[in-house]
């Protein structure tokens, strides 16, 4: 079976069950029938974190296996396979039904409705590399929605209008059928309206008041309960969804958010953390985010392609996401339904399609692609010199030379009016420098992002040498340090012990 996208209400949010955690292993060649019940004597913490790996669990081939209960209520429905990464050349079963194979660490997001059951289910992986294969280096979930009567559903938050426009289909027949739009706020119920229905529907949902807006450190959600009736008053179908209310905009090469400069001041999320930590993924990174927010950060930057569940985190967070589509492939158009399902998140900021060595034609394509899905938000390609397209100018300096690659800004480098020309007849198709002087510009610092620096150089670094990122006229963002600690000492926690005050490297204050 291949990787395909598959047909779902967008937006709503899913029930979830997490796969992380601990997985059976061994490093011995089986086939796949006998994968599911052969004796497995090891481990494996998935996500797998680099450097935890311990040497007996090393081999150029790796079965990994995990049990797990499903109720008749959650196989009555859809049930989506999510793997965030796989590695080296790979294979994907479930219950002995091959699902999928490809060499990674790609992401797979495939629905297995035909192959779970009720009760014990049994999901197994191989992956080989040499020297050593790494397993699972993302994490895994199963999605489960209602095989419902809507077939689509979004809404949209329009301030100016203080209302939602719920845009959705209805499969078959809606002679006679309402469809009921309830809205709450902070917990209280604040409208409800009946329309009639239709198969292809956009309702305008007024509020009556001026909205509270979304913003930094302000996640200010409006859920959305839709049902549909039956002309006798039964319920036929319930979906239940949320908006909010944000002003995204580029002017003048910087970014605003409901008209404020928004500055991201980032932590990356590799989207794994350490085999020693039991607690659900949910857990630890709803603690992370609750940490980089306390120390000034309002922003996640996604090195795998977040699940919903860490999308609604950020959400009610009010914090910013730039989210990674790793390993694109362009004739392969999957990544295109994730973005048309997320992009309606309020915490959605920037996407970053990785790697980043594409050649001229493939980064338009992709560029397309993205923009074809999601037209409101900006793209960043994270290319040294060769940039062919972006919506956000992305650099690396030591931060005493921002003010120069500010005013020299060309394709990651610094070179004189000759040497560029040189370099573009090199290089046709190149963003020319004032095309780059127009976007607002993405600053990687060239101190402090190395492992085993434990954060001094980049904290110490942005303080005496340049004035605050944030106080320079063009420069949009930094990534700073990982989400969490790694084997290496680098990371949030350590972040926050070098410092006694790491908040003062964010003034001014973000706004409310």
Known sequence: ????????????????????????????????EQSLTAPFGGSFAAPYLPGSLPAEA?????????????????????????????SGAYSAYLNGVPLFSGAGPHPN?????????????????????????????GSVWLEFAAKSFFSFLRPTAVYRDKAVYLRGMIRGSTEGLRVVVEV???????????????????????????????????GKIYDIRVTLLFPDGAVADRVYTYTAFKEFSVLKGETYINGRKCFFKCLSDPMYYPATIKKKRSEIFSEGVAKAEALGFNTIFFREYPSPTELYILDKFGMHAIVSLPHIVTEDQSY?????????????????????????????????????????????????????????????????????????RFNGGKF???????????????????????????????????????????????????DPPEMTTGLQGYLSEPLYDSPGGEGLLTFSREFKNPVAISKPGRPH
């Open 58 to 86: 090393r081999s150029p081939e790796m079965w990994l296996r995990r049990r797990f209960e499903l109720l008749p209520f959650d196989v009555s429905g859809s049930v989506i396979l999510n793997f965030n990464g796989i």
């Open 336 to 408: 295109r339904s994730l973005i048309m399902r997320d992009f309606g998140h309020p915490c959605i900021a920037i996407w970053n399609p990785e790697p980043d060595n594409y050649d001229a034609d493939t980064a338009r394509r992709i560029y397309s692609g993205i923009k074809a899905a999601d037209p409101l938000h900006p793209v960043m390609f994270a290319k040294f010199k060769e940039l062919y397209c972006a919506d956000i100018y992305t650099f690396t300096a030591p931060a005493e030379e921002i003010p120069l690659y500010l005013s020299m």
């Open 109 to 137: 997001h495939v629905e297995v409705t035909p192959f779970v059951r009720a009760g014990e289910n049994v999901l197994t992986v191989y992956s080989a590399s040499r020297p050593f294969s790494e397993g699972l280096t």
């Open 1 to 32: 079976m291949q990787r395909q996208d598959y047909p779902r209400p967008e937006f709503v949010r899913p029930r979830i069950m997490s796969l992380d955690g601990e997985w059976e292993r061994i490093n011995e060649p089986l086939t796949p």
């Open 184 to 218: 709450a706020f902070d917990g209280r119920a604040i409208l409800k309206k009946i329309y009639r229905a239709e198969p292809d529907f956009t309702l305008h949902v007024p509020l009556g008041r001026l909205p509270d807006m979304w913003s930094e450190g302000r």
């Open 416 to 466: 004189s009016e000759k040497e560029e020309l040189r370099f573009i007849r090199s290089h046709p198709g190149l963003m020319k420098a004032e095309e780059l002087g127009a976007l607002p510009a993405f600053f990687y610092p060239a101190e402090g992002v190395a492992s085993g620096n434990k954060g001094r150089a980049f904290g110490k670094g942005l303080r005496p040498k340049a």
